[in-house]
């Protein structure tokens, strides 16, 4: 099992530009999440979804996008770059929400210049 | 508000030697707390949850809520132990009942010194 796939690994990015990073697991997990880290920062969340159709606000949500349309893939949409999110963007998925364990992908370095 | 608060960003022992890495948290409700790994060149990866009171390499950790507190400490460290360490708390967000998230502390880098 690949667990969560992120792609692409790295990417630089003009501001002002748009992009989208892709997520998938394999896992059959209703939740979903987007987390971004700073650097020397804890990660913080984006975006998550419980399921197919469903998608609600995390703590930083301002700039992005994301929709649910299958139980595998969550995409993030990033629509006009600004050098503020110049992060690491990680997912994760969980079988359920609060005491469960989430499994993280291997996260996306996007440079915003 | 949650919050998570890991005061070390750097945690520096000899092998052999006790570890205790600090965590302490802000939640109004009951807390799950988990503790997360990242090995170089890993993923991030859960370590242990306080619902499950188990041991894992050797680490433990026990939920105080006097202290709001869920250090993880380990007897004697081993150099495979070198890793940066993530307290995070699964509280419920604001979009209420059934909807929770996970806050993150910054983490500590732990090294353990052959």
């Known amino acids: 099992n690949a667990g969560v796939t992120q792609t692409p690994k790295f990417r630089i990015l003009k501001i002002g530009q748009s992009m989208t990073l892709q997520c998938t697991q394999d896992?059959?997990?209703?939740?979903m999440y987007w987390y971004r880290q700073d650097p020397g920062m804890g990660l913080k969340l984006i975006y998550y979804?419980?399921?197919?159709?469903?998608?609600d606000k995390g703590e930083v949500p301002n700039g992005y996008n994301v929709s649910r349309s299958t139980t595998e893939d969550f995409p993030l949409r990033l629509e006009l770059a600004a050098p503020s999110q110049t992060s690491v963007y990680f997912c994760?998925?969980?079988?359920?929400?609060?005491?469960?364990?989430?499994?993280f992908g291997d996260g996306t370095r996007l440079s915003i210049l | 508000a949650q919050r998570v608060t890991q005061p070390e960003k750097l945690l520096s022992v000899f092998k052999g030697a006790p570890v205790e890495l600090k965590c302490n948290y802000s939640?109004?409700?009951?807390?799950?707390l988990f503790w997360y790994v990242q090995y170089s060149r890993q993923r991030l990866q859960l370590l242990l949850r306080?619902?499950s009171r188990e041991s894992i390499k050797g680490f433990t950790a026990d939920l105080n809520k006097g202290e709001t507190s869920f250090h993880l400490k380990k007897p004697f460290a081993q150099e495979e132990d070198s890793a940066m360490y993530y307290c995070?708390?699964?509280?419920?967000?604001?979009?209420?009942?059934?909807?929770?998230?996970?806050?993150f502390g910054k983490g500590t880098k732990l090294s353990v010194i052959p």
């Open positions: 994760a998925s969980s079988y359920g929400g609060a005491w469960q364990p989430q499994h």
């Open positions: 896992m059959n997990h209703n939740y």
């Open positions: 979804s419980v399921g197919a159709g469903i998608t």
């Open positions: 939640y109004s409700g009951s807390p799950e």
């Open positions: 306080h619902i």
């Open positions: 995070a708390l699964s509280g419920q967000s604001k979009s209420g009942a059934g909807s929770y998230q996970l806050t």
